[in-house]
Every structure is written in structure tokens, then in C-alpha cells.
């Protein structure tokens, strides 16, 4: 079976600022930088974003060889601890200016189209230490630096984002301490996720303002979406699940596309006293600055069932549902996660049926694995497993594609291999990979196999084998 997608189909990859630059000239530090300097245990073999994969430095060596693999498209991310030394008065750091021009123009250069984030979980420590996104004062002054960042470089970069994952801050950060600044209360949790769909939606408004002669230009926002499946169809079973997808998925996704919260997730909050701090003219900006293109970010789904036990202990989601965990799940040995293809082609049919079909594209997948050493082959690292992930789920994108879904393109989780909070170095996703002690990169099977299929007219052939057992999982 041939599966194809169309020639302006966007295959490339995605990274971030503070997982792939290194602190080399930066000014001030990011609350991921704080947490290495104070807690480096908590990190894999105690690496830390120091040097990360050395892009500061290197990013001319990694787009010569995205242009070898023949991959069209590519996003990174700014680091607002980077470009601004001085956030009251928005003094910016020159060199980063430079570093981020000659970057973003090389990627021009070589036809690879840019999509810019301008948050990616790095809140500068300095404006942490004023409360974050707990503090509406925040909200501003991150718009003020998106401002900054469309000023310096619109003319480089067409496609812009907002945020990446904006539930993970206040997730991680204010539910279940995975992460700085490791607060749990979900009432704080709400009032971060609401900041930051305002900051989102101030920034739309200025993006919109500054560039409505330019139809090329879009704004986007990454969501990570993770569908939640009930453990039956039972009413209570449906209900737990509904809830999950409320508070992890549709509280970020309807208010980017259709301008509110939705109604189901709202009463929930205001019966537990849990409704952020707003008013009237913060919900109209929220209404009326929706984005133009959806990035989603997709690893995992989730699954739930109605609660078996009775709730106890301080207010969190899971007083509304329990996690199931499916029998015949595959699981990821090195990650934990599931590996569950056939949900891009849910997503794609719920963005479809429920949001009007609108554009989007998967702006992360990938598969991470630990000790990739072991599995070298004639000099190279032949990960077959990630050759075989990836084509099982451009199999369901595909079909989603076919049945109408509004698609627009895959990124893989990542490039070169790169840094990650508490995983650091020991699970590994890039196509490209980096030898720690060195800084040498090195391509991977799965690189010469996205190569190949690129120029195969974006075309790769299943046996009947493999999608016998791609349908047969349901």
C-alpha cells in the first residue's frame, strides 16, 4: 500500500530554545536554569541545559544537514531570558539579536520554513521571583517581548507561536511538582492557565495589528492534545473521561479557536470556588483573537474510569475521575508512555467535526529511547523502532487526511538529539545523533529514511502485514 501526501506537506522538525542552545551569552537565567543550579540531582547523570546540544554555536552545522535529509520545515523557540537583559525597560541583548538573525535567515536560505515559539516552560527566574503567571503584571510584560520579538525579526519568520504546551506549566508546576517552582494547588493552577490564554490573546491581538497587510505571516499556539479514552462506555465511565479532556485539552483548545471556555468546564470550576480572577474586557480580548493556524503536540493519550474509591486529601482533577490503565496497551520500556497511533486520527476528526476543520498540523511525535549506543550498525545508530513508529502513525495522519482533516504537516520530536528537564540526556528522540563529549553529530537510520521518503515524492509503501496490524489495534 502506497501512502502519500501532497508535495507542500510539511515534514521537518521541532526543538526548543532552552533545550538546544547552551547558556552561552545568555544574561539572565530561566526558572529551568534555577532548578539545575539548585536541584542538579534531579536530573539524568546531573546534565543540565549548560551546553545542551551546543546550537548557540552549531546551528549552521544543523541546517546544512536538515537540508541533506531534505526536511522542508522547522520549529524552534526564542528565549525570552535570552533576547531581553532588562524586563522593565525591554533593553535586549545584542548578541542574541544577532545569534537569532543569522539563525533564522540561514533556514530562509536553505527554503525551510520557520515557525517561531516565544515560550517554551522557561519563565525568566526574575520574573518567577514576581510570581509568574500567578501575576497579571507578567502577562503584560510577555507581550510587551513578543512585541519585541515580531519588531526584530518579522521580516525572517512568517509562522509564530505563542506558547509551547501551556498546560505543562501549570500541570507541572502547580499541580503536581514535576517541575519548577513545584507548587500544588489547583486554584493557583487555574488562575496560571488562565493568564496564560490572556498573554496568548493579548499577543494574538498585537501580532494581528502589526501584520494585517501581510497575508503570509500566521500565529499559532502548540497544544499538546491527549484525547482520554473511557475504560467503558458505561455513563460514569464517559463522564470521568469527558472531565480529563476538559481540564487537560479543551480548557487550552476552545478558547485558541473559539474564543471561550467551555461551558462544562466552567460550571465544574465556579462549584468549587476554583474561577480565576477576570473581567469583562479580558474575555473579549480572549473572543475575539483567535489564532490562524493549530500546532499539536502528540505523544500519548490518556485513560480514564469513574472513581472506585472516594476522593480524599487537598482539591486536584483526579477528585473527578481515576487513570486507567488499558490491558493490551503498548508501552514505550524506556519512556512509560503508550504508543498509540490510530488518536492522531481521533484528533483529526475532532478537530474536524468540532472546531470547523480547522488548519492544522502535528508539531511533535517521536519516540524516545535510552542507551541508542547499543543499537549501532556500520557507524550509525539503526533505529528501526523509530522508523517503524513514525510510519504507523503517518499511516492514521494519512488516512485522516484522506477523509477531509485540514493537515498541514508532521514534525518530529526532535532534530538533533537535546536536553529535557528531568530526562536530560537519557531518553533520546532526535533523527541526528549527538555524542555528549564531543558535540559531534552523527544522522540516524530513521534521517536517512525521512531522506528517502522526501524524495520519493513524499511517498513510502506498507505491506499488507503492516496495516493489518495498524487496523487490528483497537
Excluded at 547552551?22 to 536554569?33: F, P
Aim: aromatic share 16%.
Amino acid at each position: 500500500m502506497k501512502i502519500n501526501f501532497d508535495k507542500s506537506f510539511w515534514f521537518g522538525t521541532s526543538t526548543s530554545g532552552p533545550q538546544s542552545e547552551g547558556w552561552k551569552n545568555k544574561k539572565n537565567d530561566n526558572i529551568m536554569d534555577t532548578w539545575f543550579k539548585e536541584r542538579p540531582e534531579d536530573f539524568f547523570d546531573k546534565i543540565g541545559p549548560n551546553i545542551a546540544s551546543n546550537v548557540y554555536s552549531q546551528y549552521d552545522e544543523d541546517i546544512q544537514m536538515m537540508a541533506k535529509i531534505k526536511l522542508n520545515s522547522f520549529r524552534t523557540s526564542i528565549q525570552w531570558s535570552r533576547l531581553i537583559n532588562n524586563f522593565d525597560t525591554q533593553e535586549i541583548n545584542i548578541d542574541a539579536v544577532k545569534f537569532y538573525r543569522d539563525y533564522f535567515e540561514q533556514l530562509r536560505n536553505k527554503n525551510i520554513t520557520l515557525m517561531v515559539n516565544l515560550y517554551h516552560f522557561d519563565m525568566p527566574q526574575i520574573l518567577q521571583d514576581r510570581g509568574g503567571w500567578e501575576n497579571k503584571e507578567v502577562v503584560d510584560l510577555f507581550v510587551k517581548y513578543a512585541t519585541k520579538c515580531f519588531e526584530l525579526f518579522g521580516d525572517l519568520v512568517d509562522y509564530w507561536a505563542t506558547f509551547n504546551e501551556p498546560v505543562v506549566p501549570a500541570e507541572a508546576g502547580y499541580l503536581y511538582k514535576w517541575h519548577y517552582p513545584f507548587i500544588s494547588d489547583l486554584k493557583k493552577a487555574v488562575q496560571v492557565g488562565y493568564n496564560t490564554i490572556l498573554a496568548h490573546s493579548k499577543t494574538v491581538k498585537v501580532f494581528h495589528e502589526l501584520f494585517k497587510n501581510d497575508l503570509n505571516k500566521k500565529i499559532s499556539i502548540i497544544l499538546n492534545l491527549t484525547p482520554c479514552y473511557p475504560k467503558t462506555n458505561k455513563e460514569e465511565d464517559v463522564k470521568a473521561s469527558h472531565i480529563v479532556d476538559l481540564f487537560f485539552n479543551k480548557s487550552f483548545l476552545d478558547p485558541v479557536i473559539k474564543g471561550k471556555f467551555p461551558i462544562d468546564f466552567v460550571k465544574l470550576l465556579k462549584s468549587e470556588n476554583l474561577l480565576p480572577e477576570c473581567n469583562r474586557d479580558e474575555l473579549k480580548i480572549i473572543r475575539e483573537n483567535i489564532i490562524d493556524i493549530l500546532a499539536v503536540n502528540y505523544y500519548q493519550p490518556r485513560r480514564a474510569k469513574a472513581r472506585d474509591t472516594q476522593f480524599s486529601g487537598p482539591l486536584m482533577p483526579e477528585k473527578w475521575f481515576e487513570t486507567y490503565n488499558w490491558p493490551e496497551a503498548r508501552i514505550n520500556p524506556y519512556r512509560g508512555w503508550e504508543i498509540y497511533p490510530r488518536t492522531i486520527y481521533d484528533i483529526a476528526k475532532d478537530i474536524k467535526d468540532n472546531y470547523n476543520n480547522f488548519p492544522w498540523f502535528i508539531s511533535e511525535n517521536g519516540m524516545g529511547v535510552q542507551g541508542e549506543e547499543k543499537f549501532v550498525k556500520n557507524g550509525i545508530i539503526n533505529d528501526q523502532y523509530r522508523i517503524d513508529f513514525i510510519k504507523e502513525h503517518l499511516y492514521w495522519l494519512n488516512k485522516a487526511i484522506a477523509d477531509n482533516s485540514n493537515c498541514l504537516g508532521y514534525q518530529i520530536w526532535t532534530f538533533v538529539d537535546c536536553w529535557s528537564w528531568n530526562n536530560a540526556y537519557k531518553n533520546r528522540y532526535g533523527l541526528v545523533y549527538l555524542d555528549l563529549e564531543t558535540q559531534k553529530r552523527i544522522i540516524k537510520e530513521s534521517g536517512y529514511w525521512m531522506k528517502k521518503m522526501i524524495e520519493n515524492n513524499n511517498m513510502f509503501e506498507l505491506t499488507n502485514e503492516e496495516v493489518e496490524k495498524y487496523e487490528s489495534i483497537k
